[in-house]
């Protein structure tokens, strides 16, 4: 009994790249969500603009996209360093 619930965390183990990863694409979603706020911003503080600043809500809504996509991005380059480290072994 105690040996099966052994296997099953080691299966559940996430792998410390996965956590990198995931770090990795929070931080490059904070750096893009920082130039994208900064930039929609110093657009309403100039007076002859042409576009109009993106309301309160279109920013939330970007700033979670960039956020997912930032995180989606960095984990599949993890899925994929993964699969090459594991193939360079192999070989």
Known sequence: MAGGR?????KNKRSGLKNGAVRA???IGVIASA???S?????REIQESVLPPDPVWAQFVNVALIFFAAIFTATILRKGLCR???WSKRA
């Not at 930039?39 to 657009?43: D, I, K, L, P, V």
């Open 35 to 37: 130039c994208y706020l």
């Open 6 to 10: 052994l296997k099953a965390e080691a």
């Open 84 to 86: 090459l480290l594991t």
């Open 39 to 43: 930039a929609t911003h110093a657009r």
């Open 25 to 27: 694409g929070i931080g």
